[in-house]
């Protein structure tokens, strides 16, 4: 083998080892966020938006009917591999936000409800996915859910991403004043609404 042959190996093996590694850093890095472009959305405009899809949902139930208070809770972003080599907060969080109507929906109404959903989300540019008795939006910045369950109870879920983390550094923290968490479904299942639970 001549020396430039044996240069040219040697190249190409530190070549493979080079993107070997690569791989092994990205692998690692695979548990951050991949939204860290640019800065976090504050919270005072978290709850903005959250405020804004429940106002804009509960306008497609006419008439009107009456929703629990709202359940706030915050995903810490990490990076690294919690549990074993340790993580760290990168300062931004999934904020998730959820409530439930007081009055269960009657069987022949929760069709009709659901496609009024689909059409007001459909007619802000959302795509819409549709199973069964769920309805569900995915985009970069937001997830929306409406599920009616088997009882009849409406359960609206909105996540953001990319919010500034408003927990304590081991992940706790409340989020604006905690709303009523599962039993707010619990309270609907015996509650009788006038009009959508007939």
Do not use: N
């Amino acid at each position: 083998m001549t020396a430039r042959v044996a240069r040219a190996a040697i190249r190409s093996s530190a070549a493979r080892a080079a993107v070997a590694v690569l791989g092994v850093v990205l692998l690692l890095g695979g548990c951050s966020s991949d939204r860290t472009d640019g800065p976090a959305v504050p919270l005072d405009r978290a709850k903005q938006l959250t405020d804004q899809e429940f106002e804009a949902l509960a306008a497609a139930f006419s008439p009107g009917i009456e929703w629990t208070g709202v359940h706030y809770a915050a995903l810490p972003d990490t990076t690294g591999f919690c549990g074993t080599q340790g993580c760290e907060k990168t300062g931004r969080a999934e904020l998730t936000a959820k409530r439930w109507a007081r009055g269960r929906i009657a069987p022949g109404r929760q069709q009709e409800r659901l496609d009024a959903v689909s059409a007001l989300w459909a007619g802000r540019g959302y795509q819409v996915t549709r199973e069964s008795r769920l309805l569900d939006v995915r985009t970069e910045e937001r997830h929306l859910t409406v599920l009616i369950g088997t009882d009849g109870c409406v359960e609206v879920g909105v996540s953001l991403f990319d919010v500034a983390d408003p927990t304590a550094p081991d992940g706790s923290g409340q989020v604006f004043g905690q709303g009523p968490d599962d039993r707010g479904r619990t309270d609907c299942a015996s509650a009788d609404d006038p009009y959508w639970s007939h």
